[in-house]
């Protein structure tokens, strides 16, 4: 007899009996002595480098369901959104061309930053997680971005910074299951962020890189990173007071930062040049000023 009839006849048997093949309990009501069990999933994916399947949160961690491969599509998985790390997408790994002076002014010049897009990418040990997504036009700002917290579920959110008549207009939502409702509140001037840094006011991040235009003479061209670093010192941050940039280039633009936190560089991918947008939503709710 073949090993797969045998496997058939094993698996009718144990349905026959009353047992679910996936964990083993018995089916039916209590009073045929046995215990009715449905696997319970999260609503959220998990992947590796090849699938992604909603993981079993009962005490059956083994159950998987709607495992399937991803569907890339430049690079991200447009089920899952897991992003694909390569030689053209992961910043880390990228090289930068060799700049004159001249290149490096006008690749982190205002016209040349007006409009781009930006993509933070955390490598982990289990998968590779695109964890934001920026764009930049002008002196505005949206993007969406996923928190990650030990033994939670992600926590997927959205902001937009919006410039107009010297405020900052800000709406943010959180993506909950539930539906999405977004708050909106006014900030202050143009003149009160100036010198803030990317995480503190995201907007920066765009006059941050403008701000090193003139500064080629002061960098060093590190070979093992493939970046030229900056640092650039301004007692007024902190503990951020001296801050280690690594700039990349290709084909005369910026298309690789990271900034150095504990000794390790934090990079980001810089693409999508005159390709973003700012679109603010229609429907919010009004939040107040900022205090």
Not at 76 to 92: M, N, Q, S
């Amino acid at each position: 007899m073949k090993k797969t009839e045998i496997l058939a006849m094993l698996l009718a048997g144990a349905l026959v009996c009353g047992v679910c093949v996936g964990c083993g309990e018995k089916e039916g009501g209590a009073e045929e002595g046995g215990t009715q069990h449905e696997h319970v999933f999260a609503e959220g994916w998990t992947s590796d480098g090849d699938y992604h399947w909603h993981a079993a949160t009962c005490e059956h961690k083994e159950e998987v369901a709607g495992k399937a491969a991803h569907d890339f599509q430049d690079g991200e998985c447009t089920v899952c959104g897991y992003y694909k790390l390569d030689k053209d997408t992961d910043p880390a790994a990228l090289v930068s061309d060799k700049l004159t002076a001249e290149e490096w002014e006008a690749a982190l010049s205002e016209e040349a930053l007006e409009n781009f897009k930006m993509r933070n990418v955390v490598h982990k040990p289990d998968a590779r997680v695109n964890i934001g997504e920026y764009s930049f036009v002008g002196k505005s700002m949206q993007g969406e971005m996923i928190d990650i917290w030990d033994g939670m579920e992600p926590e997927r959110s959205a902001m937009i910074y919006e410039c107009k008549n010297g405020k900052y207009e800000y709406y943010q939502t959180t993506f909950d299951g539930n539906g999405q409702e977004w708050e909106h509140k006014t900030l202050g001037s143009e003149k009160e962020f100036e010198g803030s840094m990317f995480w503190d006011y995201p907007p920066a991040y765009a006059a941050e890189l403008r701000s090193l235009k003139e500064k080629f003479a002061q960098t060093m061209f590190d070979e093992t990173l493939g970046a030229y670093l900056f640092t650039e010192t301004d007692k007024t941050r902190g503990i951020f007071a001296d801050t280690t940039f690594a700039l990349k280039f290709k084909n005369g633009k910026l298309c690789a930062v990271g900034l150095k936190v504990n000794d390790t560089f934090a990079f980001y991918l810089i693409y999508g040049y005159g390709e973003a947008k700012i679109t603010p939503p229609a429907d919010y709710r009004e939040i107040g000023p900022e205090n």
